[in-house]
């Protein structure tokens, strides 16, 4: 009985899913959706070429000193970094000295890190550690909203990882601001860029909180003579934000192509193995059962001392 009512009520259920997609199908087919400004303009990341990039790829550290240095003078006043700590940076070719420098002088790093006064207790400041991660540029997320017109500026450690085109989307984004298109308020006069966003048709929705960061060309001084064009720049920095995801990018691959080579390798031996021990082998069929001549010997004899004839 149980399992008659079990019959009913998934067959029940298969005929509810049924109709639901009958219906659907028959509703998108009549009524199509309407198109939308976003599906229309919005745009891939555009493809960006870095030293990182494939299986053998290696990280350009001249090319990541630049990154940081778009990122500290740049996008530190509103993004942070929380992942990634100050003697990280020695990965970058700086020295204990230069990292040292880096998170404790004003000249480079002015956000100081929450501590505790040990002779009162009461919460305080101080210059960082280059044990300390690199400290938020706000206290909290009320701050940080109340700073860029309610908009919550994300993290950059992992924005690579967490953005369909990683450094590709970053530098596009970067480099995509500019006038809505003509045909776009044409064809959809409702979607006019409200007030306090920006046009960037790199972004989902087509409208960004964010506004330029990269303006002009010369915006940062590289210390190494590299011409600072703002294409250059979002280059830099989008190189940077890949090291600062994921810092042992380079360690890994190494370690994939040893593993890549020995199973190679061992494919190899085993191959060859195989032809000088196996290939060569014969198999020998013994016969078994009453048609083995040892069992055909042993019957005749049985069956004379029986005085069993034929």
Same mark, same amino acid.
């Not at 500290?72 to 929380?82: F, I, K, P, Q």
């Not at 919550?152 to 970067?174: F, N, Q, T, W």
């Not at 480099?175 to 790199?202: I, R, V």
């Not at 191959?271 to 196996?278: D, G, L, S, T």
């Given at each position: ?26 509703? !998108? ?24 990039? %494939? ?39 700086? *020295? ?20 505790? $006064? ?19 540029? #706000? ?8 700073? *860029? *017109? ?25 480099? %995509? ?10 064809? #959809? ?15 989902? *929705?087509? $409208? ?7 303006? @002009?060309?010369?915006?940062?001084? !590289?210390?190494?003579? @590299? ?12 190189? #940077? ?47 078994? %059962? ?19 004839? %034929?």
């Amino acid at each position: 009985m149980v399992r008659v009512i079990g019959f009913f009520v998934g067959a029940a259920f298969a005929l509810v899913l049924l109709i639901s997609l009958f219906v659907g199908v028959s509703e !998108y087919v009549s009524s199509p959706p309407a198109p939308t400004a976003e599906a229309e303009f919005h745009l891939p990341p555009k493809p960006l070429h870095l030293a990182s990039d %494939g299986p053998f790829g290696h990280f350009d550290k001249k090319q990541l000193q630049r990154g940081l240095k778009v990122y500290t003078e740049v996008c530190s006043a509103c993004h942070g970094l929380d992942h990634v700590a100050f003697r990280d940076l020695s990965q970058l070719g700086y *020295n204990e000295a230069q990292v040292k420098n880096y998170a404790s002088s004003g000249n480079y790093w002015k956000t100081e890190v929450p501590d505790i $006064n040990p002779d009162t207790g009461e919460a305080s400041t101080r210059k960082p550690l280059p044990s300390d991660h690199f400290p938020p540029p #706000f206290p909290n997320e009320i701050a940080a909203r109340a700073a *860029n *017109n309610n908009a919550l500026p994300p993290d950059l450690s992992m924005i690579v990882k967490a953005r369909e085109g990683g450094a590709a989307y970053v530098h596009s984004i970067l480099t %995509g601001y500019q006038n809505q298109p003509a045909e776009l308020l044409k064809k #959809f006069p409702a979607s006019k860029t409200p007030a306090n966003l920006h046009y960037n048709p790199y972004f989902a *929705n087509l $409208n960004i909180a964010m506004p330029p960061p990269l303006t @002009t060309d010369g915006q940062v001084t !590289y210390d190494d003579g @590299t011409k600072p064009t703002v294409d250059q720049m979002a280059t830099d920095v989008s190189a #940077f934000l890949v090291w600062a995801a994921e810092p042992n990018l380079e360690r890994r691959h190494s370690a994939g192509i040893a593993v890549v080579v020995f199973l190679l390798f061992g494919s190899i031996l085993a191959f060859f193995a195989y032809k000088n021990v196996w290939a060569e082998a014969k198999r020998t069929v013994r016969a078994t %059962g009453p048609l083995d001549p040892e069992n055909v010997a042993k019957r005749k004899s049985a069956s004379r001392k029986a005085g069993i004839k %034929g």
